[in-house]
């Protein structure tokens, strides 16, 4: 099955249709980057005039899982993915467009080696930088995946 943009965008809206109404969109998925962008709206502002956090979680967390999505269909083992902990730093109010990139891909292709070898789970930790349309870092996420072998 081929993995594309528009495929991932309408997962979005019928799996994660808060992340979408709130205008979360997957704009660039290859092996070893993903993209997500985000416009601060009246939707998903905080009392401050500002993009609410939740809002920069879900596309933080979007750019770093959209890349363990598409290597696991790759694979084309049967493998289940989840978070077990993130962090997130706000540096600086978050308005107009934000842009956010994780540019981890390499350490999901050891992980899910590593998983299909021994059958035990493994744990990577994924940066997303979320940028503002000034080239501003407004925040920096980092989430930490699991993914192990599905139970037969």
């Keep these: 099955m081929e993995f594309t943009l528009k495929k991932m965008n309408t997962y979005l809206m019928f799996k ?14 290859d092996s ?14 905080n009392p401050f005039n500002s993009m609410y956090f939740a809002v920069q979680s879900m596309a933080a967390e979007l750019s770093t899982g959209a890349i363990v999505i598409k290597k696991i269909k790759e694979s084309g083992r049967e493998i289940s993915m989840l978070v077990t902990n993130h962090q997130g730093a706000f540096t600086k109010k978050a308005t107009g467009l934000i842009k956010f990139t994780c540019k981890d891909g390499a350490l999901i292709d050891e992980a899910l080696k590593r998983t299909v070898e021994t059958g035990d789970g493994q744990k ?29």
């Design 124 to 152: 990577i930790t994924m940066k997303s930088i979320g940028i503002d349309e000034n080239g501003d870092q407004v925040s920096v996420y980092e989430f930490e995946w699991s993914v192990k072998l599905k139970s037969k």
């Design 32 to 45: 070893e980057k993903a993209v997500v962008s985000v416009q601060h709206k009246w939707l998903n502002q």
């Design 16 to 29: 994660l249709p808060s992340a979408f109404i709130c205008g979360v969109k997957l704009k660039e998925l």
